[in-house]
C-alpha cells in the first residue's frame, strides 16, 4: 500500500470542506485556533510514518486523551474499572446529564464526560503523581515529540465548567466519585488540555494496533484481551452520539476530541491521526472524518 500517495490524494480531496464546519468556541481558548489547519500522520506496526500537512503543529488534544486515562486505570486496575464505568454507547451528547439520573451515577461509557470523570478518580486513587504519571505514560508511548499541559486551555474549561462540575457533583451524590470534586475537575481539566502533535498521537496509539506492546520495546503496555476491549470500546462510543454514523463510513475502532483531532487504529497494520479544527454538528473534526472516510474507501482498509 502507497500511503504516502494516499493521504496526500486525501489531503487534496477534502480541502474543499474548508469553512464548512465550526471551530469549538465554548472553550475560549479554542476559538483562537487557526480553523485552516489540517494534518494527517499514519504509523505502521512496523516503523514506518507517512504524513502530510500540519503534522507538526501541537493542539489541545481533548477527549482523546480519555484513551490514555483508560488505558492506564485499565492497567493499574484491570476488569475493577467496569464496576464503576458502563461499556454501552450512550445516544446522548458527550456532557449530559439525562442517563445520570436514571442510571443512578452509573456512566454509561468511559468516553462521555461522566465516564471520563468517574476514570480521572480511579486514577486519584491508583497515582500518587497523576498528572505527572499520566504524562509520563503518554511521553513514552509516544517515543518522541513534546507532550505538555496547555495552562491557557486548562483554565479556559473551568472558567467554562459547569456542566462537568454538575456531572461530577450528581456522581458523588450517589457514591461513585470518591475524592473531592474539585481535585477530579483539576485532573480531568488537564489531562484534556494536552497538547500534542499528530506525529506523537499516531504514534501513541500504536499499542493499540500491536496487541497492547510497544512498537519501539515491545514491552506489554496492556494484555491483548483489555487491547481488543478498548478498540471495541473506541468502535461503539469514540466519536460520541456520531459513532454509528463513523463506524459505518469509516469502519475503524476512533476517539475524537473538540479540539479537531481523531485518532483511528486497524489493529496489526496502523494508527492514523488527523486534525482538523473545524467541527460538525456533534463535535468531530468535519474535515477529519471526510479524510478517513475517503481513506479508507480507496484503500479497502478497515475492520470489516
Known amino acids: ?27 475560549p481558548a479554542l476559538k483562537q485556533v487557526d480553523p485552516n489547519r489540517f494534518g494527517m500522520a499514519l504509523a505502521t506496526v512496523d516503523g514506518g510514518l507517512f504524513t502530510c500537512g500540519d503534522v507538526h503543529v501541537p493542539f489541545s ?5 480519555k484513551v490514555f486515562t483508560l488505558a492506564l486505570a485499565l492497567k493499574r486496575e484491570g476488569e475493577k474499572v467496569w464496576t464503576r ?13 439525562v442517563q445520570l439520573e436514571h442510571e443512578q451515577g452509573f456512566p454509561r461509557n468511559p468516553f462521555i464526560n461522566a465516564g471520563a470523570l468517574v476514570v480521572t478518580d480511579i486514577l486519584l486513587d491508583s497515582l500518587s503523581k497523576p498528572l505527572e504519571e499520566i504524562l509520563t505514560f503518554i511521553s513514552e508511548l509516544a517515543g518522541s515529540g513534546s507532550v505538555t499541559v496547555d495552562e491557557a486551555v486548562a483554565c479556559s474549561e473551568e472558567e467554562k465548567g459547569d456542566r462537568n462540575a454538575a456531572l461530577a457533583h450528581f456522581i458523588k451524590s450517589f457514591g461513585n466519585i470518591r ?11 488537564r489531562h484534556c488540555a494536552i497538547t500534542m502533535t499528530c506525529t506523537g498521537l499516531a504514534r501513541a496509539f500504536l499499542f493499540l494496533a500491536s496487541k497492547g506492546r510497544h512498537p519501539g520495546t515491545g514491552e ?39 479540539g479537531g483531532g481523531i485518532v ?12 482538523g479544527p473545524e467541527l460538525d454538528a456533534c463535535g468531530n473534526s468535519l474535515r477529519g472524518i471526510e479524510a ?11 475492520v470489516f
Open 179 to 189: 475524592h473531592a470534586v474539585e481535585e477530579v475537575l483539576n485532573l480531568y481539566f
Open 61 to 65: 488534544i481533548q477527549s482523546i486523551s
Open 220 to 258: 506489554a503496555v496492556l494484555t491483548s484481551s483489555l487491547t481488543k476491549r478498548l478498540n471495541s470500546l473506541m468502535m461503539t462510543s469514540g466519536l460520541y452520539n456520531e459513532s454509528g454514523e463513523f463506524a459505518y463510513r469509516v469502519g475503524l475502532p476512533s476517539k475524537s476530541g473538540v
Open 1 to 27: 500500500m502507497d500511503y504516502q500517495s494516499l493521504l496526500e490524494r486525501v489531503y487534496q480531496e477534502t480541502e474543499a470542506f474548508k469553512g464548512q464546519g465550526k471551530v469549538a468556541d465554548y472553550i
Open 292 to 302: 478517513l472516510d475517503r481513506f479508507t474507501t480507496y484503500s479497502g482498509l478497515s
Open 85 to 97: 464505568v458502563g461499556r454501552e454507547p450512550s445516544g446522548h451528547p458527550f456532557n449530559s446529564l
Open 264 to 275: 483511528s487504529v486497524l489493529p496489526g497494520h496502523f494508527s492514523l491521526a488527523v486534525w
